[in-house]
C-alpha cells in the first residue's frame, strides 16, 4: 500500500518563507509531485522531481531524497494568492499517482 | 472546449439512484482518471483508462463503473447511490500513463442523502 504523509495545516506572514515537507513508503517509485489546489477549485500542478536534489521554479522550490522517502516544498516570498492546499503525490511503479491528505497555508499579512 | 470539463457542476441525489457524471477533455489525452477527495483524506483513485477501450481500477472501485468509447470522453456511473458516495469528484488527464502531468477538471460536487 501507499502511506504518504505531510502536515495537516501551516500559517506563516506575507513575504516570509514556509517549508511543507513530505514523507513516503509506497511500492516503487516514479516520481514524487507537487499541486497547488485553491478552496473550491481543481489541483494545478506545481513541480515533478524524479531525481534526488532541488529543482527550482521562481519562487517555489521542490527538493527530493529518495533514500529517505523525502520531500519539501519550499515557498518563498509569501503572498496572500499562495494562501491554498498542496498536495504531495507519488507515482508508484505501475504509473498510478498516490496522493497525501494535503497541507493547508494559510498567509497572514 | 479548452481542457477539461465535467458535469454537472454539483447535484444533489436520493440514495438508490443512479448517476452518470460525465467528462470531456480536448487534448487528444490517452490516459484519463477518476477521483474522489474527502476532507482528511485527499484524493484518492476511483477508475483509471491508459487509452481508449481499456479502463482500470483504482484504489476505492466499488459503488462504480466507468466506460471509454473514444479518446474525449471518459463518464463515471454511480448504479445506485449511498450516502458514503457523497463527494468531490474530480477527472483528470494527461498525455498518457506514464506522463508526468496530470490536468484536472472543475469538479462536481455530490450529495447523496
Known amino acids: 500500500g501507499q502511506n504518504i504523509d505531510q502536515p495537516t495545516e501551516m500559517t506563516a506572514t506575507e513575504g516570509a518563507i514556509v517549508q511543507i515537507n513530505c514523507t513516503y513508503q509506497t511500492s516503487g517509485f516514479n516520481g514524487l509531485f507537487w499541486y497547488q489546489q485553491h478552496a473550491g477549485e481543481a489541483p494545478t500542478f506545481l513541480s515533478y522531481?524524479?531525481?534526488?536534489g532541488l529543482e527550482e521554479k521562481g519562487r517555489f522550490s521542490s527538493f527530493l531524497s529518495r533514500s529517505k522517502g523525502y520531500s519539501y516544498l519550499l515557498l518563498k516570498e509569501l503572498q496572500m494568492k499562495d494562501s491554498a492546499s498542496y498536495l504531495c503525490a507519488v507515482k508508484s511503479d505501475d504509473y498510478k499517482l498516490s496522493f497525501g491528505a494535503g497541507t493547508t497555508v494559510t498567509v497572514r499579512a | 472546449i479548452a481542457g477539461i470539463t465535467q458535469a454537472p457542476t454539483s447535484q444533489i441525489l436520493a440514495a438508490g439512484r443512479r448517476m452518470t457524471l460525465r467528462c470531456t477533455q480536448d487534448?487528444?489525452?490517452?490516459?484519463m482518471y477518476w477521483y474522489r477527495q474527502d476532507l482528511g483524506l485527499g484524493l484518492r483513485l476511483i477508475h483509471y483508462?491508459?487509452?481508449?477501450?481499456?479502463?482500470g481500477k483504482g484504489e476505492v472501485p466499488d459503488g462504480y463503473s466507468v466506460s471509454r468509447a473514444n479518446t474525449d470522453d471518459f463518464p463515471l456511473t454511480l448504479a445506485s447511490a449511498v450516502p458514503s458516495q457523497t463527494s468531490v469528484y474530480f477527472c483528470?488527464?494527461?498525455?498518457?500513463?506514464?506522463?508526468?502531468?496530470?490536468?484536472f477538471g472543475p469538479g462536481t460536487r455530490l450529495t447523496v442523502l
Open positions: 483528470a488527464s494527461s498525455l498518457g500513463q506514464e506522463f508526468n502531468e496530470q490536468f
Open positions: 483508462s491508459n487509452t481508449a477501450g481499456t479502463t
Open positions: 487534448m487528444r489525452h490517452n490516459a
Open positions: 522531481n524524479v531525481l534526488d
